[in-house]
């Protein structure tokens, strides 16, 4: 059997799943194609069929549903700085302490191809 025939065959012993499943592919759906006013849309009903889990993360997506509509509108990200924020504090516990503040900036400096090391 295919995976959609099972999918389709377990949605017939319980119909309640079927809410469940449209809600979760259609969440999906909006995030992958960035449509934001069919997620509020999808959002919207009530659904009592789903499990705890998933009104915990329905509910948590509407509490932030402004933030999530600036994800899905602009394609900016905090992810190249909570790198550089994660390779310094790498640094920090790797060294233990640096004596003198100017090598430790000159590491991280370093380690970032911010600068270059001078050869003599």
């Known amino acids: 059997m295919r995976e959609i025939d ?5 949605i017939k012993l319980d119909p309640e799943l079927k809410a469940s499943y ?3 592919h259609d969440v999906r759906y909006c995030m992958k194609n960035k449509d934001f006013e069919l997620l509020k849309k999808a ?9 705890s ?8 997506i509407r509490k932030y549903i402004n933030y999530v509509g600036h994800t899905l509108t602009y394609d900016y990200n ?12 790498v640094i920090k516990r790797i060294a233990f302490g640096y004596r003198c503040f100017y090598h430790f ?3 991280i400096l370093i380690t970032q191809n911010l600068a270059t090391i001078k050869r003599a």
């Open 43 to 51: 959002l919207v009903n009530e659904y009592k069929s789903v499990s």
């Open 22 to 24: 449209e809600l979760h």
């Open 6 to 10: 099972i999918i389709h065959y377990l």
């Open 105 to 107: 900036k000159n590491r």
């Open 78 to 89: 905090n992810g190249v700085l909570e790198g550089i924020n994660n390779k310094t504090k």
């Open 53 to 60: 889990y998933m009104k915990t993360a329905i509910n948590t």
